[in-house]
């Protein structure tokens, strides 16, 4: 099964340098494991949380211009204390590069440079409330397609930016194909990668070249296997399409 829950070949560290600035994180208590350890889980566990942030904390520490979003959007087997020692870590490893809750709209680079922050944390449970540095998870929609069919994907993409808020929140575009249980069981040796991804990839990123950032347009997009193709350079490319705006406006 390693093959089917492994969706990132590379190391917080490797992703960063990639240029990958978004990262969708579910986490969970080992059941049965004495203390409050939290691991990264994706299917199978995987490294503990207290090292990828402090991965992560290393990086940003030797670019200080740069800036990552960090969205915890499943917990599993988390009691309330497990929630506070997680939160506890985060809070000591990110310290004063922690950006607080504010107005989504006033969150440019500049404010945040301006302010030395360099972490947007979205935390899906009802604990963000008590927290000035956990923006609530509604902050960061992520429609799901749940769909191995790439086109039917695109087209959900298209509508659900053809839908989404046009102030007060961020917005993801899951460029992710799901394999279902019988895709599954048909491909247990291969694997994600050399089915639903190697195969389709070309598609979406074909896709992704075509989109428009700003306001109606996409915001932030994630997608398997990103050392693929050149996933990350085609998404910041996109910024390029809001200079230009910038100066046709100026």
């Known amino acids: 099964m390693k093959k089917w829950s492994v969706t990132q070949n590379l190391t917080f560290k490797e992703q960063l340098e990639g240029g990958i600035r978004y990262f969708d994180l579910r986490v969970s208590s080992k059941p049965g494991e004495p203390g409050q350890e939290i691991y990264f889980i994706h299917g199978l566990f995987g490294i503990k949380v207290c090292d990828g942030l402090i991965e992560m904390n290393t990086f940003l520490t030797h670019h200080?211009?740069?800036?990552?979003?960090?969205?915890?959007?499943?917990?599993?087997?988390?009691?309330?204390?497990?929630?506070?020692?997680?939160?506890?870590?985060?809070?000591?490893?990110?310290?004063?590069?922690?950006?607080?809750?504010?107005?989504?709209?006033?969150?440019?680079?500049?404010?945040?440079?301006?302010?030395?922050?360099?972490?947007?944390?979205?935390?899906?449970?009802?604990?963000?409330?008590?927290?000035?540095?956990?923006?609530?998870?509604?902050?960061?929609?992520?429609?799901?397609?749940?769909?191995?069919?790439?086109?039917?994907?695109?087209?959900?993409?298209?509508t659900t930016l053809g839908e989404r808020a046009k102030h007060g929140t961020f917005h993801v575009s899951q460029a992710i194909l799901t394999p279902r249980v019988r895709t599954i069981a048909r491909h247990l040796i291969r694997g994600l990668k050399n089915t639903l991804v190697h195969r389709n990839l070309p598609t979406i990123l074909e896709w992704v070249k075509l989109q428009k950032p700003g306001v109606m347009g996409v915001n932030i997009i994630t997608s398997d296997f990103v050392e693929l193709v050149d996933f990350a350079a085609s998404v910041i490319a996109l910024n390029d399409l809001l200079l230009e705006e910038g100066k046709s406006h100026g």
């Open 64 to 158: 200080p211009t740069e800036v990552i979003f960090l969205d915890f959007n499943h917990f599993y087997a988390m009691s309330n204390s497990h929630h506070v020692y997680l939160i506890n870590r985060i809070q000591e490893v990110f310290g004063s590069k922690l950006c607080t809750k504010e107005c989504v709209e006033n969150v440019t680079l500049n404010y945040l440079w301006e302010k030395k922050q360099q972490v947007l944390i979205f935390y899906h449970h009802p604990l963000h409330e008590d927290y000035p540095f956990l923006w609530p998870g509604n902050k960061m929609p992520a429609p799901w397609a749940n769909t191995t069919n790439v086109h039917k994907l695109l087209q959900f993409l298209d």
